[in-house]
């Protein structure tokens, strides 16, 4: 079963603008994760959060997690069209694996 | 490395088939995951394997789903007989320990059946 929940399910920007993708969750987590999956492809891993982290950054990625609302954001900047993907969350469950949300899919028009 | 390989990337067959998928995960990485995604469904967890042992099979489908991890470096998936309904891409990860580690994908299987 999915235990994040990612919203909006698409966003389309123009290039050069930020984009901001959210992920609920539902029980305590261990530590959250991002990952960005181009159209045919698997994975790829952008960044995890640790429960007692606030905010994250890797290059134009920054990654926020609220543990009271149980929610965490994950903003792009400044956006380019290979940003062009669909964005998912993982949370940790209670087995020790991760559970992935719908997605998010992001498109970045030139 | 060459990452999480998996085989074939491309599976065609009719229905009532044995399928098998394959994968190799990444050298000295624990944890072995299959998934399963869909459009309707998204991706789905089928089972997590760690150090060769299988600890969450709870997403496997129905009976006709089975996985195997005879050593750390070598999983299959089989699906038997397979329905139209299976028809979705299988990827493979692992991660360096547990499934709370950062998991690393293969290019994924897609499976088409008729």
């Known amino acids: 079963s999915q235990q994040g929940e990612e919203d909006p399910q698409a966003l389309s920007i123009q290039e050069g603008e930020n984009a901001t993708m959210n992920c609920s969750y539902k029980?305590?987590?261990?530590?959250l994760q991002w990952y960005r999956q181009n159209s045919g492809r698997g994975l790829v891993h952008l960044i995890l959060?640790?429960?007692?982290?606030r905010e994250k950054h890797s290059g134009r990625l920054r990654v926020t997690l609220d543990t009271s609302k149980k929610s965490s954001s994950l903003l792009i900047t400044a956006s380019r069209a290979a940003d062009t993907a669909s964005y998912f969350c993982?949370?940790?469950?209670?087995?020790?694996?991760?559970?992935f949300g719908a997605g998010t899919r992001l498109t970045v028009k030139p | 490395d060459a990452g999480v390989i998996q085989s074939p990337r491309h599976e065609v067959t009719e229905m009532g088939q044995e399928v098998t998928l394959r994968c190799k995960p990444i050298?000295?990485?624990?944890?072995l995951f299959w998934y399963r995604q869909t459009m309707m469904r998204g991706l789905e967890l089928l089972i997590y394997?760690?150090?060769?042992?299988?600890?969450?099979d709870s997403g496997m489908p129905e009976d006709r789903f089975s996985a195997k991890m005879p050593n750390a470096s070598f999983s299959t998936l089989k699906i038997q007989p397979s329905e139209p309904r299976d028809s979705a891409v299988y990827f493979c990860?692992?991660?360096?320990?547990?499934?709370?580690?950062?998991?690393?994908f293969g290019p994924g299987t897609r499976l088409t059946v008729l």
């Open positions: 959060i640790r429960s007692n982290e």
């Open positions: 990860a692992s991660s360096p320990r547990t499934g709370r580690d950062t998991q690393y």
């Open positions: 050298s000295g990485h624990n944890s």
């Open positions: 993982a949370t940790d469950a209670y087995n020790n694996d991760m559970r």
């Open positions: 029980t305590s987590i261990n530590n």
């Open positions: 394997f760690n150090n060769n042992v299988p600890i969450d």
